[in-house]
């Protein structure tokens, strides 16, 4: 579903990506990690065609990306941002349904069908009830979990998330997370990026690790996150232990914390 062969970027005199290969099929969830400034939403932008790389090459469903117009990208990757602030009080239905622009044929506008994955979007994330809210009323979760509902309404095979949990208190972490993992076995490609490598032990069926701009590691998640990697990471010691059958990461702590 997605093959990157290459991926370069500069910006300006300064290397940010360097030579990065990576291959993912459909009905995956892919966690992107890495520290602050690794290069993960560049990695995300370059793919997304909102960056232009130095070198690369880019496949989307086997279609080179360079070849694709605005309109059959916006039907192949849906993209949801780390943070966004809309200017005009849109509704949260109105947002939701933007997601349904690249159906959308000439002066016939929105038909039964978009209004239909729009709803269900809305109910899967539980926001029926502020769909007719303006969306500059809503907190920073309720505004990510609208943009989240408009990526679900796009069904696009690819979805792109960034950061898509960094606002959301924890139950709502945890039902975002379980919801990209029932997307993604019905058949999606999912790639989603987060400083918390718990999410991606529990969630994400695949890892991805960046650092410096490079790969430092990338396959099934149970086999890439280790205590060795997370101390490459974030120089840091940590364990990880089995709770309820469950792998949990813990920072190991100095006999001087209090």
């Known amino acids: 579903m997605l093959r990157v062969?290459?991926?370069?970027?500069?910006?300006?005199?300064?290397q940010i990506l360097k030579n990065i290969s990576f291959y993912a099929n459909t009905g995956e969830l892919w966690g992107l990690m890495g520290p602050n400034g690794s290069g993960k939403t560049t990695f995300f932008k370059c793919v997304l065609a909102l960056l232009k790389p130095a070198s690369c090459q880019i496949f989307i469903n086997g279609e080179n990306y360079h070849s694709l117009t605005t309109s059959k990208m916006a039907k192949l990757i849906a993209y949801?941002?780390?943070e966004h602030k809309p200017p005009f009080p849109f509704s949260v239905k109105e947002i939701v349904l933007m997601g349904r622009s690249p159906y959308m044929g000439g002066i016939f506008g929105l038909k039964k069908e978009d209004y239909d994955?729009?709803?269900?979007a809305m109910e899967l994330l539980e926001?029926?009830?502020i769909a007719e809210?303006?969306?500059?009323?809503?907190?920073?979760?309720?505004?990510?979990?609208?943009?989240?509902a408009r990526a679900l309404a796009q069904?696009?095979?690819?979805?792109?998330l960034d950061e898509p949990t960094s606002a959301l208190d924890f139950h709502n972490q945890i039902s975002i997370w379980k919801i990209l993992k029932k997307v993604s076995k019905l058949g999606k490609l999912i790639?989603?990026?987060s400083h918390d490598p718990n999410h991606l032990l529990w969630f994400a069926s695949h890892t991805l690790v960046l650092k410096n701009g490079e790969i430092i590691a990338s396959?099934?998640?149970d086999s890439i996150i280790t205590p060795r990697l997370l101390k490459e990471i974030y120089k840091s010691e940590y364990s990880i232990s089995k709770v309820n059958d469950k792998s949990v990461i813990q920072p190991i702590l100095d006999s001087n914390f209090s």
């Open 133 to 148: 809210r303006p969306v500059t009323s809503l907190s920073g979760g309720q505004r990510q979990l609208t943009l989240i």
């Open 219 to 221: 396959g099934k998640t």
């Open 191 to 193: 790639l989603a990026c």
């Open 127 to 129: 926001i029926l009830d």
């Open 155 to 160: 069904n696009a095979p690819i979805m792109i």
């Open 5 to 14: 062969e290459n991926l370069s970027f500069y910006y300006e005199n300064n």
């Open 80 to 82: 949801v941002p780390q």
């Open 117 to 120: 994955a729009a709803y269900a």
